[in-house]
C-alpha cells in the first residue's frame, strides 16, 4: 500500500515561510492527483491547494491564493506546498492527499480534498503554527 509522508512543518511568526513535502513510498507520480488539505482545531477539512501530476495544472482556496504555491519534482518523486506571507489563520495540521489515476478529474478532486471518502490515500499530517 502506497503510504505519503509529509514534512516541512514547524513555527513560524506572521509574515514567514515554510515548505511542506509530501512523498509517495514505493510509487512514482504519473498521472495522478496530488494535494494538500488543512484542519485547525474545531474547524472543518479544508481543500489548500491541488495538482495534476500529469499536465501540471494546479488550483487553489480563495483563502491562499497568491501566498502558496503547489509543485512537483518528478526526479524526486515529491510534491511541495510553499507557504509564503503566512497568517496566524493558516495556524491547521497540513495533509497531503492522493487520488491516483486522478479518477476524477483535476478540479473534481480539489473541490473534493476535505472528503476522506473521495480520497485514496492521505499522510499523517505535519503541524504549521503561525504566531502574530
Known amino acids: 500500500q502506497v503510504q505519503l509522508v509529509e514534512s516541512g512543518g514547524g513555527s513560524v511568526q506572521a509574515g514567514g515561510s515554510l515548505r511542506l513535502s509530501c512523498a509517495a513510498s514505493g510509487y512514482t507520480y504519473n498521472r495522478d492527483c496530488m494535494g494538500w488539505f488543512r484542519q485547525a482545531p474545531g474547524k472543518q477539512r479544508e481543500g489548500v491547494a491541488a495538482?495534476?501530476?500529469?499536465?501540471?495544472?494546479?488550483y487553489y482556496a480563495d483563502s491562499v491564493k497568491g501566498r502558496f504555491t503547489i509543485s512537483q519534482d518528478n526526479a524526486k518523486n515529491t510534491v511541495y506546498l510553499q507557504m509564503n506571507s503566512l497568517k496566524p489563520e493558516d495556524t491547521a495540521m497540513y495533509y497531503c492527499?492522493?487520488?491516483?489515476?486522478?479518477?476524477?478529474?483535476?478540479?473534481?478532486?480539489?473541490?473534493?480534498?476535505?472528503?476522506?471518502?473521495?480520497?485514496?490515500?492521505w499522510g499523517q499530517g505535519t503541524l504549521v503554527t503561525v504566531s502574530s
Open positions: 492527499a492522493a487520488d491516483w489515476g486522478c479518477k476524477r478529474g483535476d478540479y473534481d478532486f480539489f473541490r473534493a480534498l476535505g472528503d476522506l471518502d473521495a480520497l485514496d490515500a
Open positions: 495538482i495534476y501530476t500529469g499536465a501540471g495544472s494546479t
